[in-house]
């Protein structure tokens, strides 16, 4: 079964300092990943999403995550944060047609931004 | 543009209780699904749907009912509502396929009494 493993509850970030999210999953076969965001009282916004070819993809609002599968990680990087990046942000992972398509979610990271 | 629209957006019930949570989507999406979301625990499935008439089973199904008559709609039933099913819900759609991203409602917050 797939799963997905963010070891970070929360994280506090000055504003304009770097921020990197970690995500570990767990699929057997090539894994579909995505990254969400959601802001206070909001549904979940995707940024950005990977499915094959260049290990290092781009996503809204700044947003980058480098695929590595010898780690099996999807970790979300951004170089300088802003205030309004405070919100919490959820990896995911997409299971195969035969088990339904489905998409396992991690715990969620919840991103403090101090001014 | 409405997207996902979920309601209610808030609602209290008492333990017995039976609702309906409503979702609709205006995208011609084969894809829906509710999910639950408590804290430190991420979204987890309910239930979801591949297109009208067909409906599966996800994680945490027990205690909810959903049904698919049209490509539109995918109500949520709670049967009899109990403390434990206290969480805010969120339906989504997609297209079919692995690589297409869920566009997600805007929740539904549920406390049972």
């Known amino acids: 079964a797939q799963s997905v493993t963010q070891p970070d509850i929360h994280i506090t970030v000055s504003e304009g300092a770097s921020l990197e999210l970690r995500c570990n999953y767990s699929?057997?076969?090539?894994?579909?990943l995505f990254w969400y965001v959601q802001s206070p009282g909001q549904g979940l916004q995707l940024l950005l999403k990977y499915f094959s070819g260049d290990t290092l993809v781009q996503g809204i609002k700044g947003f980058e995550a480098e695929f590595k599968r010898s780690q099996s990680s999807f970790n979300l990087r951004k170089p300088s944060v802003h205030w309004s990046d405070a919100a919490e942000y959820f990896c995911a992972v997409g299971a195969s047609k035969a088990a339904g398509n489905k998409l396992t979610f991690g715990g969620g990271t919840r991103v403090l931004v101090k001014p | 543009n409405a997207g996902v629209t979920q309601t209610p957006k808030f609602q209290v019930l008492k333990t017995g209780q039976s609702m309906t949570l409503q979702c609709a989507q205006d995208m011609n999406h084969e894809y829906m699904s509710w999910y639950r979301q408590d804290p430190g625990m991420g979204l987890r499935l309910i239930h979801y749907s591949v297109g009208a008439g067909i409906t599966d089973q996800g994680e945490v199904p027990n205690g909810y009912n959903v049904s698919r008559s049209t490509t539109e709609d995918f109500p949520l039933r709670l049967l009899s509502a109990a403390p434990s099913q206290t969480s805010v819900y969120f339906c989504?759609?997609?297209?079919?396929?692995?690589?297409?991203?869920?566009?997600f409602g805007d929740g539904t917050r549920l406390s049972i009494l």
């Open positions: 989504a759609s997609r297209k079919t396929g692995r690589n297409q991203p869920q566009h």
């Open positions: 699929y057997g076969a090539t894994p579909y």
